[in-house]
T-cell receptor, first 116, second 113 residues
Framework: DSGVTQTPKHLITATGQRVTLRCSPR?????VYWYQQSLDQGLQFLIQ???????AKGNILERFSAQQFPDLHSELNLSSLELGDSALYFC???????????????FGEGSRLTVL | AQKVTQAQTEISVVEKEDVTLDCVYE???????LFWYKQPPSGELVFLIR??????QNEISGRYSWNFQKSTSSFNFTITASQVVDSAVYFC??????????FGTGTRLQVFP
C-alpha cells in the first residue's frame, strides 16, 4: 500500500460527459502529480501541484483541469469526454522540501476510465 | 530535453533465465534521478529503485541488480533467475531536480514456467 488513495477505481461514462477523479496523497506529501496511461501513449505526465499551486504542466488537454485543495487532496476534472480519453489515470505524491524533490513518487492504484 | 528510451518492447524468457532490461536516457542536467518501476498485471505502479546522478555504484537487491553508467547514459536492470511472478511491465524513468518523472515506454516481461 503506497498510502496514496484514488477514487473511483473504475468509471464508465459516455462521450460528452464530465467526470472528476479524486486523489488523497500520502500523509505529509505536499506534491501531487497526475499521469495518464493509455495503450498508445504510455505513461504521460499531465500536471503537478505543490502545496495548492500548479507547479508543472505536461500534455494536459484544455478539456482537463485539476486543482489541489488546502487539505492537499487533488481532483482531476475531465470534460467533454471522447473515446480516446479512456485510460488509466494515476495520481502520485512525493515529498518536496526546500524546492528539492527526493524523486520518489508514490503512486495510487489508478482510476480506470472507460468512455463509451 | 528529457527523454527515456526503452528499446525492448517485450521480452519472453523461461523461468530461471537471467534477463536484462535496457534503459537509455537523455538529459542536460548534471543532477537527476533515475528510477525503475514495476507494473504487474493488477495495474499498480511499484517503485523498485532510485539512483541519483552522482552515485554510479551498481546495486544488488536479492535477484535484482542495476547497472548505472553515465558514460553511456544507461541504467539497465537485470533480474537473475527469473520467476513467473516477475512477469510485468517495467518502466524506467528520469527526474530532474524538483520535477516530474518522465517515463520510458516500458518493457513487458513474460516469464514462462
Amino acid at each position: 500500500d503506497s498510502g496514496v488513495t484514488q477514487t473511483p477505481k473504475h468509471l464508465i461514462t459516455a462521450t460528452g460527459q464530465r467526470v472528476t477523479l479524486r486523489c488523497s496523497p500520502r500523509s505529509g506529501d505536499l506534491s501531487v502529480y497526475w499521469y495518464q496511461q493509455s495503450l498508445d501513449q504510455g505513461l504521460q505526465f499531465l500536471i503537478q501541484y505543490y502545496n495548492g499551486e500548479e507547479r508543472a504542466k505536461g500534455n494536459i488537454l484544455e478539456r482537463f483541469s485539476a486543482q489541489q485543495f488546502p487539505d492537499l487532496h487533488s481532483e482531476l476534472n475531465l470534460s467533454s469526454l471522447e473515446l480516446g480519453d479512456s485510460a488509466l489515470y494515476f495520481c502520485a505524491s512525493s515529498v518536496v522540501s526546500a524546492g528539492l524533490n527526493t524523486g520518489e513518487l508514490f503512486f495510487g492504484e489508478g482510476s480506470r476510465l472507460t468512455v463509451l | 530535453a528529457q527523454k527515456v528510451t526503452q528499446a525492448q518492447t517485450e521480452i519472453s524468457v523461461v523461468e530461471k533465465e537471467d534477463v536484462t532490461l535496457d534503459c537509455v536516457y537523455e538529459t542536460r542536467d548534471t543532477t537527476y534521478y533515475l528510477f525503475w518501476y514495476k507494473q504487474p498485471p493488477s495495474g499498480e505502479l511499484v517503485f523498485l529503485i532510485r539512483r541519483n546522478s552522482f552515485d554510479e555504484q551498481n546495486e544488488i537487491s536479492g535477484r535484482y541488480s542495476w547497472n548505472f553508467q553515465k558514460s553511456t547514459s544507461s541504467f539497465n536492470f537485470t533480474i537473475t533467475a527469473s520467476q513467473v511472478v516477475d512477469s510485468a511491465v517495467y518502466f524506467c524513468a528520469l527526474s530532474e531536480m524538483a520535477d516530474k518523472l518522465i517515463f520510458g515506454t516500458g518493457t513487458r516481461l513474460q516469464v514462462f514456467p
